[in-house]
């Protein structure tokens, strides 16, 4: 699959917006700070963390299939969020490859070691994702409903090496 990261625009904001169907899938992608419904002009707004960089991972066509973001945290991590593909788009690698460059990115804009991620414990398509990339759950800074989970991929390249 031929995929790139670009900034997203309206269109791919009115897009997302269709991609998020009830109340439920709202929470799961976005935390509970996103009312459903929403206004997809608003989207921006409330996607809004301060200092986040948002992305849209589009196809050879430039349409996009899949959002995600990023944010510095307390701990010097980067911490990413938000993560959706179109549900037209799924099953077929584009989850991972937004997962991967987004982390690419955000490990080298920020030049963090470590990528944190929180995830609902019965999203069990994220999870599958996020463990086959290396994230690890941190019981620690977990809650009943939600998973905290951390990578090192730095130091997974080196070990490889
Ligand atoms: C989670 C999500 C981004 C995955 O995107 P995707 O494009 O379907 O994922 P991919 O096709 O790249 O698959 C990556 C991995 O996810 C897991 N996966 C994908 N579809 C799955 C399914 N139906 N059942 C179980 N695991 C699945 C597998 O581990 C898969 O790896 P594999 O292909 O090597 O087996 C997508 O399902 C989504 O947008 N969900 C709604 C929003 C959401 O829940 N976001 C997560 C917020 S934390």
Do not use: E
């Given at each position: 699959m031929e995929a790139t990261l670009r900034t997203p625009q309206t269109a791919d904001y009115e897009a997302i917006a269709s991609w998020v169907v009830d109340k439920k899938a709202c929470a799961r992608w976005?935390?509970?700070?996103?009312?459903?419904?929403?206004?997809s002009e608003n989207l921006p707004e409330l996607l809004e963390v301060e200092g986040c960089a948002s992305y849209c991972l589009v196809d050879s066509n430039n349409q996009c299939v899949g959002f995600g973001q990023f944010w510095m945290t307390d701990h010097g991590a980067v911490h990413i969020g938000r993560i959706i593909v179109s549900p037209e788009a799924r099953g077929v690698g584009a989850g991972r490859l937004l997962c991967e460059r987004l982390m690419d990115k955000a490990l080298r804009s920020t030049g963090a070691h470590m990528v944190t991620l929180r995830v609902y414990r019965d999203n069990h398509t994220a999870r599958s994702l996020y463990s086959s990339l290396g994230f690890v759950v941190v019981n620690s800074e977990s809650t009943g409903d939600i998973l905290f989970m951390r990578a090192m991929p730095d130091k997974a390249r080196k070990a490889d090496a």
């Open positions: 976005a935390g509970p700070l996103v009312p459903f419904p929403f206004s």
